[in-house]
């Protein structure tokens, strides 16, 4: 099992930045494939970018490319979602998460941190 640690939500203007950060511990290996998901209330959760740990390949969801960079450090067990140009529908709960992968049309994930809101005004 990984617990996974989120940090660096809050309120932000639009056009504004923040970065999340997800310090990951437990038992993991350096095949995982980490991601950044989101929810809003009354909607599902929905991915926004996935990274190997080795850094070298990524995936993002169309609405966030361009705006969002997902990076990892391996040395500190860290993966960061660097979000520029913060519009206000990018406001919800931001979840990271460990082992991801697609079934079919779908994400699993083994592990879920807690959750970080991140709130953007207008």
């Known amino acids: 099992q990984v617990q996974l640690v989120e940090s660096g939500g809050g309120l932000v203007q639009a056009g504004g930045s923040l970065r999340l950060s997800c310090v990951a511990s437990?038992?993991?290996?350096?095949?995982?494939?980490m991601g950044w998901f989101r929810q809003t209330p009354g909607k599902e959760r929905e991915v926004v970018a996935i990274?190997?740990?080795?850094?070298?390949?990524?995936y993002y969801v169309d609405s966030v490319k361009g705006r969002f960079t997902i990076s990892s450090d391996n040395a500190k067990n860290t993966v960061y979602l660097q979000m520029n140009s913060l519009k206000s529908e990018d406001t919800a709960v931001y979840y990271c998460a460990a082992g991801v992968r697609v079934v079919g049309f779908q994400y699993e994930c083994d592990d879920w941190g807690q959750g970080t809101q991140v709130t953007v005004s207008s």
């Open positions: 437990g038992r993991f290996f350096g095949s995982y494939v």
């Open positions: 990274i190997n740990w080795s850094g070298v390949n990524t």
